[in-house]
Every structure is written in structure tokens, then in C-alpha cells.
């Protein structure tokens, strides 16, 4: 059974660098025809995609966010990553990764609260 | 970027009674070459991740009930409860994956009357 876990800080102060992991159990980042994604949700607030990466290492970034973001993922340790610098009140939110494909995204994780704050 | 918007932003209805939502995309999501629209529902609970209800704009995914159906092509979409149940309590969103950035509706907020 497939299961998505994201992890790292739950704070970050402003105008220094979110880096969170998602670590994928169960199946294989690798798998062809998925890509494997970044949503996020400000509290109270809707869904916003962030980006994904697909099974063979291209990156999709949504162009609000593609000057500060970086999506990788290490085949070897079955996880990826969101890195998105100068980071503000505004990207304080619920960080989800999910497993994405013509068919939705069909596997997410938990979630992570990430608050931006000095 | 495309934009779906997403109606009502709230909606009460009675156990037992019919619930629908509606988006529209503000273009067709419809791959005509496979005659497949990238337009997927999905249920939010308070404090759990989003859960795909619907993908191909009218596919059920395993495992959700069948009272839930889901219509709609190219730009108009339909999400119905047949007959609420406590359990179906949620925010709904509707969904664009046709092309990135993929974007979601502003979310319907569904309560029992």
C-alpha cells in the first residue's frame, strides 16, 4: 500500500529557505507515468499546487512560485523534496505531497503545518 | 493559467436530500485524442488531506460510495450527493489537471440543514 510521509521544520522565519521531504513507501518514485507533487493549503484557506517532479526527474513549477522553488527527488532513498526560499507570512500553510497522474491525485500525505514566523 | 471556479461556496442540505455542486473551468479540459477531461473531485474532512472522490471528470475511484456521481465536459462540471449522508460533511473541491499549473475551485463548504 502505497503511503506518502512529509516531513521538516514546523517553523521558519521569514526571508530564509522552507525545505521540506516527502518519503514514499510502498511503491517506487520511479514508477513510470506518475509524478510526484507539492499542494499546499493556508490555514482556513483552499488548495494551491506548488509543482511536481516527475518519474524520470523533470520539474513542473507553478509559475506564482518558480523564481523561489526548487522540487528534486533521490531515487535512492525513495523521496522528494520542495525547497522554497525567501519564504513570507504568506507561505505559512499546510504542506502536502502527493502521488499524481492522468487519473488525479489519487495518494497524498498527511500534511505538514509549516507557520512562517520571527 | 486556467481558472475553476467553483459553486456554491456553502451549502446546506437536509439528511437524506440530494446535494450538487458545480465548476466551471475557464477553458475545456477535454484531451480529444483520448476523449478524456482532466478534471477530478475530491472530498476534504477537517483535518485530513483531500481524498479523490472523482477522476476523468466522472470516474469513481475505489472505494467511494455510490450515492456520489460526477458529469459534466470540456468546461462544465457536476458533483451530486443523491441522498446526504452525516458522513459526506465536508469541503469539496473540483480540480483542473489538464495542464499546469494545475488549479483548484474555491472549495464548497457542505452542511446538514
Do not use: H
Not at chain 1, 36 to 48: A, D, F, H, T
Not at chain 1, 82 to 90: D, F, G, K
Not at chain 2, 46 to 64: D, K
Not at chain 2, 81 to 101: G, H, K, R, W
Request: glycine fraction near 10%.
Amino acid at each position: 500500500q502505497l503511503q506518502l510521509q512529509e516531513s521538516g521544520p514546523g517553523l521558519v522565519k521569514p526571508s530564509e529557505t522552507l525545505s521540506l521531504t516527502c518519503t514514499v513507501s510502498g511503491g517506487s518514485i520511479s514508477s513510470s507515468g506518475y509524478f510526484w507533487g507539492w499542494i499546499r493549503q493556508p490555514p482556513g484557506k483552499g488548495l494551491e499546487w506548488i509543482g511536481s517532479i516527475s518519474s524520470t526527474g523533470s520539474t513542473y513549477y507553478n509559475p506564482s512560485l518558480k523564481s523561489r522553488l526548487t522540487i528534486s527527488g533521490d531515487t535512492s532513498m525513495n523521496l522528494f523534496s520542495l525547497r522554497l526560499s525567501s519564504v513570507t507570512a504568506a507561505d505559512t500553510a499546510v504542506y502536502y505531497c502527493a502521488r499524481q497522474a492522468g487519473t488525479g491525485s489519487d495518494v497524498w500525505g498527511q500534511g505538514t503545518l509549516v507557520t512562517v514566523s520571527s | 493559467d486556467i481558472v475553476v471556479t467553483q459553486s456554491p461556496d456553502s451549502l446546506a442540505v437536509s439528511l437524506g436530500e440530494r446535494a450538487t455542486i458545480n465548476c466551471k473551468s475557464s477553458q475545456s479540459v477535454l484531451y480529444s485524442s483520448i476523449n478524456k477531461n482532466y478534471f477530478a473531485w475530491y472530498q476534504q474532512k477537517p483535518g485530513q488531506p483531500p481524498r479523490l472522490l472523482f477522476y476523468w471528470a466522472s470516474t469513481r475511484e475505489s472505494g467511494v460510495p455510490d450515492r456520489f456521481s460526477a458529469s459534466g465536459s470540456e468546461t462544465d462540471f457536476t458533483l451530486t450527493i443523491s441522498s446526504l449522508q452525516a458522513e459526506d460533511v465536508a469541503v469539496y473541491y473540483c480540480q483542473q489537471y489538464y495542464t499546469n499549473p494545475q488549479t483548484f475551485g474555491q472549495g464548497t463548504k457542505l452542511e446538514i440543514k
